[in-house]
């Protein structure tokens, strides 16, 4: 029987410092739902949805700054053991669709392996949304981060 082996490698992505003294900065359209993402149909048509909140930030926010931005506005959001789970909506342009992809998950109060993570690393271009999908403390973590029993 021959030996079978596996290897994790990590990527790393160098990160560009963006001088934000001398660049201009970007506006990005993010909308807040509680406990689930909006759907992909809200954003078809030139549509979105209803409660969006306009950030201008730079390419090397992490979502920590992110997660300190919303809670600055939404002050339900600021409660120890907040989930904040980011997706990026995009259009897909062979389709003439949207999609969602999520990006990583910031708690209040705790570190997490997402806190870091720029919008450069998750690949956002400039014009793409930003939903997030707020769990407040009382209820389950999003399920994709949840441990399972196994």
Avoid at 74 to 102: C, I, L, W
Avoid at 119 to 142: E, M, V, Y
Wanted: overall charge positive; glycine content about 4%.
């Amino acid at each position: 029987m021959a030996n079978v082996e596996s290897m994790i490698v990590e990527e790393k992505t160098q990160v560009k410092q963006i001088d934000r003294e001398k660049t201009c900065p970007l506006l990005l359209r993010v909308f807040c739902s509680t406990g689930r993402h909006h759907s992909v149909s809200e954003y078809m048509f030139g549509n979105v949805p209803t409660n969006e909140l306009q950030i201008y930030t730079w390419q090397d926010a992490t979502l920590h700054e992110l997660t300190s931005l919303v809670r600055d506005v939404n002050p339900d959001t600021r409660k120890k053991g907040t989930y904040f789970d980011f997706a990026v909506v995009y259009p897909n342009y062979r389709s003439n669709h949207f999609q969602m992809r999520e990006i990583g998950v910031t708690c209040t109060g705790q570190k997490g392996i997402d806190d870091n993570k720029t919008l450069a690393q998750a690949k956002f271009s400039i014009g793409d949304f930003l939903d997030i999908s707020i769990t407040p403390p009382n209820r389950l973590p999003p399920t994709a981060r949840r441990q399972r029993p196994y």
